[in-house]
């Protein structure tokens, strides 16, 4: 009795796996969708060329004021706002080595010259003219 239960699920179970592997494709390929085509457009039509205009302006305009606000801060000895003010302009344009200039004098009128030779040696990274890469040379000494 027990050997002709299992016979019999086992009879039902190839039954019900059998016709479930014959619904694939004949061929053996994956049927492939074609993308949806929108009225009036076809699928050769090019874009005319338009160039690229950005949202954002420049990373040098973004920074300048800053730095303009972290020098009067600097000057008038309010470092903590300065040097607030040349983070922000750092995190706008990280490789600018005006901003590490920046940082360098303020680090340096504040009596911090350890930090603004290692801030000054880090914007020689990224100086580019000789007048900048000089000021930062003269920090980094």
Excluded at 80 to 93: G, S, T, V
Excluded at 109 to 128: I, N, P, V
Aim: glycine letters at 6%; hydrophobic letters at 40%.
């Amino acid at each position: 009795m027990f050997f002709q239960l299992v016979f019999r699920i086992a009879v039902l179970s190839f039954f019900a796996v059998v016709p479930a592997c014959s619904t694939l494709p004949e061929s053996g390929s994956v049927p492939v969708k074609k993308a949806p085509q929108h009225a009036g457009v076809t699928p050769d039509a090019r874009v005319p060329d338009v160039p690229f205009r950005s949202a954002t302006p420049p990373a040098s305009t973004a920074w300048t004021p800053l730095l303009a606000k972290a020098d009067q801060a600097t000057n008038s000895g309010d470092y903590e706002q300065a040097m607030a003010l040349l983070e922000r302009a750092q995190r706008i344009d990280p490789d600018s080595a005006e901003v590490y200039l920046g940082m360098a004098k303020a680090h340096s009128a504040k009596g911090d010259h350890m930090q603004a030779r290692a801030t000054a040696e880090r914007g020689l990274l990224y100086c580019s003219g000789k007048i900048q890469c000089d000021a930062l040379r003269g920090y980094a000494r």
